[in-house]
């Protein structure tokens, strides 16, 4: 995995990239996850309260299962 941290304006862009998983299954699991956990993260840092993660893991793990094609 790598992170890269930019600056975006008065903002921070962060690019986290994880490689070497070994199936679709995996990069649709792995995906979701990475994408509650940093949504978590964003939403602590603007002072909001996360959505609850495991109903927001299952929404974006659907939707990566959409998005990422089948081999």
Do not use: C, N
Request: hydrophobic share 40%; proline share 6%.
């Amino acid at each position: 995995m790598t992170f890269e941290l930019s600056e975006h304006g008065e903002d921070v862009l962060l690019v986290l990239t994880h490689r070497r998983l070994p199936d679709r299954s995996g990069m649709v699991m792995v995906s979701g996850g990475w994408h509650t956990h940093l949504q978590v993260l964003s939403d602590h840092l603007v002072g909001r309260d996360p959505q609850p993660f495991w109903a927001s893991f299952g929404r974006l793990e659907g939707e990566y299962e959409k998005r990422i094609p089948a081999a």
